[in-house]
């Protein structure tokens, strides 16, 4: 839904620019899609700043990808069943920010859901629709409950074999907070993106803007913007299944997963989130996607600093919940 190309309204388009005056991006390649951090033309200086700060996004993916045997992520499924894993601290602090996500989504938002993945073929792109009893057999393995984690020593341990995690649907958003950790107090204001689904603006923008301007996508007319928002030190995800997909027998079956059933969620056709950071409204945006807007009220009423833009599937207006300072909206 985000519309990465149409970030900034006040990007001059019908003529030359002075030179020092262009727009500053720096990007990188990472976790399968591309970070980049867009800085206005006072922030000169950022460049270096900003390549520093993408260099924590090649070191997390090490860290947390599932795809390389050498990943930390993959040690500690490959151990966490037979002994406690002790785990690097930051890492640890982000497994704690799941499990409380886990707890205030209802089971919605959940890392443990890897299973049910492989099961319908979405993590290796070998779409299939899974019997009712394979379907069954990935859900005793679902469950961040399962997941035994000692604040004490820093380690974690699986309730069970067969549990594994997988961080795809917030290590987007995580790193752009570290990247952000990273060159605040040494760049004044940036907008930092991981591929089409999350950003995180700090500071106003260029000099005399009151926030970074961000196109929200149509979920369902895809040349079309739902809405404009004006972000401030905040983040903003959002999660579809408009472009990961797969057809069977004339029935859609998007790639997101409830976890509490094992079939694919699809009473949403796109929700957006803005929140204090991009960790929580990557795993918000999944979350609300998969519970609807029940969810979503009930979530955002408790929580003042979260707003949610939804699109039902079968709706034709979106709907808001919640709200956040930091954040304007103009629906379109």
């Known amino acids: 839904m985000l519309n990465r190309r149409n970030f900034l309204n006040g990007l001059p388009r019908s003529r030359p620019t002075p030179p020092d005056r262009y727009w500053l991006h720096v990007n990188r390649s990472a976790m399968a899609c591309r970070f980049e951090v867009t800085m206005p033309p006072s922030e000169h200086s ?37 002994a406690p894993v002790r785990v690097e601290s930051t890492l640890f602090e982000l497994l704690l920010l799941c499990q409380q996500l886990y707890c205030e989504t209802d089971g919605a938002f959940d890392i443990t859901s890897g299973p049910l993945s492989k099961c319908w073929g979405f993590l290796r792109r070998q779409n299939r629709v899974p019997t009712f009893d394979e379907i069954e057999a990935a859900r005793l393995y679902i469950g961040s409950d399962k997941l035994l984690l000692d604040c004490e020593s820093h380690t974690i341990r699986f309730a069970r074999p067969g549990v594994e995690i997988n961080l795809g649907s917030i290590g987007k958003g995580y790193a752009l907070d570290r990247i952000a950790a990273t060159m605040r107090g ?36 895809l040349d079309r913007r739902l809405a404009l928002l004006r972000l401030r030190d905040c983040a903003m995800s959002t999660s579809g299944s408009e472009e990961q997909y797969f057809l069977h027998e004339g029935k859609r079956y998007g790639h997101i997963i409830d976890p509490r059933t094992g079939q694919p969620a699809e009473r949403v056709a796109g929700v957006t989130v803005i929140a204090g950071s991009a960790a929580v409204s990557d795993a918000l945006a999944t979350a609300f996607y998969v519970g609807g807007p029940e969810l979503a009220e009930r979530y955002c009423s408790r929580h003042p600093d979260v707003l949610a833009i939804m699109l039902e599937a079968d709706a034709e207006r979106p709907v808001v919940f919640g709200n956040n300072s930091k954040c304007e909206v103009e629906m379109i």
């Open 186 to 221: 040494r760049v004044r204001t940036a907008l930092l993106s991981a591929g089409s689904s999350s950003i995180l603006a700090f500071g106003s923008g260029d000099i005399g803007h009151n926030g970074w301007s961000v196109g929200v996508r149509h979920p369902k007319y």
């Open 46 to 82: 950022g460049v270096v700043v900003a390549r520093d700060a993408l260099d924590e996004v090649d070191r997390l993916e090490e860290q947390l990808t599932i795809f390389r045997e050498s990943s930390e992520v993959t040690f500690i499924n490959q151990e966490a069943a037979s």
